[in-house]
């Protein structure tokens, strides 16, 4: 008997186990302090969870009422996986960081709030502290559900010192495709390419825009990708290939590590490679614009603040109040020194602060005013992880050389189609 | 035995299993069966099979079966004839044994996600171990091997079984141990040869292991899903893509939980019947030794 009633002590224990655990998490917030949840991702490397906490702490302290809780996602799929389970559970978040194609989706599924209301509430110009082609992914079907915060774009990359022994200028990038690919030719060697594009459809969408083509529809229902301009500018990344200037496929991280291992003469790679490479390089090496096809653009990708649905009136404003924090220029210069995204705030380039990490990193200029080039990240519709996901495979088929730029760019078109099928 | 004590014998053993059980239905049954929900459209009321159409004709869930198919078939074949050829060599009476059984085991200690970013980096194509070593050997060495097809899935492969291996070797191993070393030395005073010996003693009496190995391995084949991750994201144009990681993908990164649901429903359909055959079936013809 005894024996049955330990048994049953140890059943009942084991079964509280989990209640007692879950009792005791959460947070212990001070009654009267309304703590606002911040889903946050890192897409780069480096110490940038201790900015983050610092950046919400600082805000908590200048607002004793409010406790920005910065919670770490993950990686940008992580975050919009939290942000989505999170509202879809109807417990949300109050803010979260999203990349362009997944607030697209946030606002498909319903999970966050328009912010046309909360910008009109602080009179004309607010938007004017923004780099205008930083907006371009704050928009969904041509209205504001997003804040810029943390944004990149690419750059070209070169070795100097590669350029000084072929006889090239060491202080002039190409300017044009043509020039690219009369450099590639004279760089590449027998163990180094002449340059290296990462394939994805962010630098894809680069090539078919400056050729004077078109991605989608402002209503994000339709995409445009077997125009002639789109196919001439896979046949033209395709020459480079079949010519040995550059590899078929290269992932961002691949092209870094080549570039600073002599491997490639030149490169396209985010912004956010410059500290890398800066730490890196063993070599003389510069950045410059993104060579100019028919018409001189580059496209800006990274993340932006949104405000969940279904959270208080309370929240939501103390939610506003910390992304217009967040966004003043002494804010977005930590943020951007931490991180190596480019300030969103171009008063930001005034502080001394920032002079200073300038000064010792002139690139970063270089990338601050290629910006007014710049568009969103592309493709900029419904569904636009599928898209996506569909434009970088085919573009990898094409360039392997298994299919033909017209009948592939034909073929993704039909499957983009499909795709957005169900939004037309 | 009276009615009363079997009560009180077999209600205890219920009661403590009962909190694992809560977990296992709240985690494992509970999902596993709205996810047959989920993809028979059968939360809105109808029951439907679009989702499987749409999917099943779709090229991306075809060529993702192929893979899967190649993939499974590759790693496992080599990974469990390595595994047990380890075994028996180290099975012997070598001097080392410890530290090689301990060499050939470690992969398996490491997370796959580790194991995968190691091999990006052997694999390479201009900073890579694996193509400076066949620089040397005079064999082609620019191969771009996870950005290339076939190359991309040969690579998985490679990892697969470098992973694998080791633990397959494991467990053939203590199957080695557990015959009874009189019959080697029996057949021995008999003549036998040591092939003859591996053939008619070592082979039939690991047939329970062996059957066992085939098994998890052929399961672990189509759980992959970690290195293609790290390695492929299913690239180049899908030629890694396979089954988990294409319902990840719909699931997690496409929000299409449709989708995602009716191939994790065919996964799980599929995985249980290998199983379900394979335990009847083969259990006739594996050889116990009780």
Redesign the interface.
């Known amino acids: 008997m005894r024996k ?1 009633i330990f ?2 002590a ?2 009942i224990c ?2 509280l ?1 989990p209640a007692a655990v879950l009792a005791q998490g959460g947070r212990e917030a001070a009654s009267d302090q309304l703590v606002i949840r911040f889903y946050y991702p890192i897409g780069t490397a480096g110490d940038l969870a201790n900015a983050m906490n610092e950046l919400c702490a600082q805000y908590s302290a200048e607002n004793p009422d409010v406790d920005v809780e910065p919670i770490y996602a993950g990686d940008y ?1 992580q975050t919009m ?1 939290r942000t ?1 389970t999170s509202s879809k559970a109807g417990n949300p978040a109050d803010i979260a960081l999203l990349t362009s194609a997944d607030v697209w ?1 946030a606002v498909d ?1 319903g999970i966050i709030l328009p912010l046309q209301p909360f910008i009109d509430s602080e009179g004309e110009g607010f938007l004017d502290r923004f780099f205008p082609g930083m907006l371009y992914d704050s928009m969904v079907a041509g209205e504001y559900y997003a804040i810029p915060f943390q944004k990149s774009t690419p750059i070209f990359y070169y070795n100097k010192d590669m350029f000084r022994e072929a006889g090239l200028d060491p202080e002039k990038a190409p300017q044009t495709w043509e020039e690219l690919a009369e450099y590639a030719a004279i760089l590449t060697t027998d163990d ?1 390419y002449g340059v290296e594009i990462p394939i994805d459809q962010w630098l894809l969408s680069i090539f078919i825009l400056q050729n004077g083509g078109e991605i989608n529809n402002i209503e994000g229902t339709e995409t445009y990708l077997d125009t002639p301009e789109a196919i001439g500018a896979v046949e033209y990344l395709l020459d480079l290939v079949n010519k040995g200037y550059m ?5 961002f991280g ?1 092209s870094s ?2 570039f600073v ?1 002599g ?2 003469a030149m490169m396209y790679n985010s912004t956010g490679s410059l500290a890398f490479v800066r730490d890196s390089a063993s070599f003389d090496w510069g950045v410059g614009f993104l060579p100019a096809g028919k018409e001189r653009i580059v496209a800006t990708g990274g993340g932006q603040f949104v405000i969940c649905s279904g959270i208080s009136e309370e929240r939501q404003a103390a939610a506003w109040d910390f992304i217009k924090w967040m966004t003043e220029p002494a804010q977005t210069a930590k943020w951007s020194m931490a991180s190596g995204f480019i300030a969103v705030n171009p008063a930001a380039f005034d502080l001394p602060e920032m002079a200073e990490y300038t000064a010792a990193l002139p690139q970063a200029i270089v990338a601050r005013d290629q910006l007014q080039y710049a568009v969103g990240e592309p493709p900029k519709t419904h ?1 636009a ?2 898209v996506s ?1 569909a434009m ?3 573009f ?2 094409m360039l ?1 050389g ?1 299919i033909s730029p017209e009948e592939g760019m034909q073929e993704l078109q039909a499957s983009c189609d499909s795709i957005l099928a169900e939004y037309n | 035995m009276t009615i009363s004590k079997k009560l ?1 014998t077999w209600g ?1 053993a219920y ?2 299993i ?2 694992s059980f ?1 977990f296992l239905v709240a985690f494992t049954f509970y999902p596993i069966a709205y996810s047959v929900v989920t993809s028979l459209d059968a939360a809105s009321g109808g029951i439907g099979f679009g989702n499987y159409s749409k999917m099943l004709s779709s090229t991306e869930f075809q060529q993702a079966i192929r893979n899967n198919i190649v993939y499974a078939f590759f790693s496992t074949v080599p990974a469990v004839l390595i595994g047990l050829l380890l075994a028996i060599v180290l099975n012997t009476k070598m001097k080392g044994k410890g530290f090689y059984r301990f060499a050939v085991f470690y992969p398996t200690i490491l997370p796959i996600a580790t194991a995968s970013m190691i091999w990006v980096f052997l694999l ?4 890579g171990l694996v193509n400076h070593l066949l620089g040397i050997m005079g064999l082609p060495s620019k191969i ?1 091997w996870v ?3 076939p190359y991309a899935m040969v690579s998985i492969i490679i990892v697969y079984i470098w992973k694998y291996s080791g633990y397959y070797m494991l467990l053939f191993l203590s199957g080695l141990q557990s015959i009874d070393s009189s019959l080697y030395d029996e057949a021995y005073l008999e003549g036998a040869s040591g092939w003859e010996r591996l053939r008619m003693i070592t082979l039939p009496l690991l047939s329970p292991t062996t059957f066992f190995v085939v098994l998890i391995a052929i399961v672990n084949s189509f759980q992959a899903v970690d290195q293609i991750y790290v390695m492929t994201k299913g ?4 030629s890694t893509n396979v089954l988990l990681y294409y319902i990840y ?1 719909y699931g ?4 299409e939980p449709e989708i995602a649901s009716s191939a994790s429903t065919l996964l799980f359909a599929f995985l249980l019947i290998l199983t379900f055959f394979y335990w009847y079936g083969g259990q006739r013809k594996v050889n116990y030794e009780r």
């Not at chain 1, 590899?247 to 992932?251: E, G, I």
């Open positions: 049955s048994v049953l140890l059943a084991m079964l186990m799929v996986q989505l989706t599924e180094r590899p078929a496929k290269r992932l691949d590590s080549d291992a491997k490639t569904d992880r599928e996901q970088a495979s085919m990898e088929n392997a298994n | 009180r205890a009661l403590l009962l909190p809560i390479s194509q201009s900073i771009d950005n290339t097809s690239g180049p144009h899908n993908e997690f990164v496409y929000w």
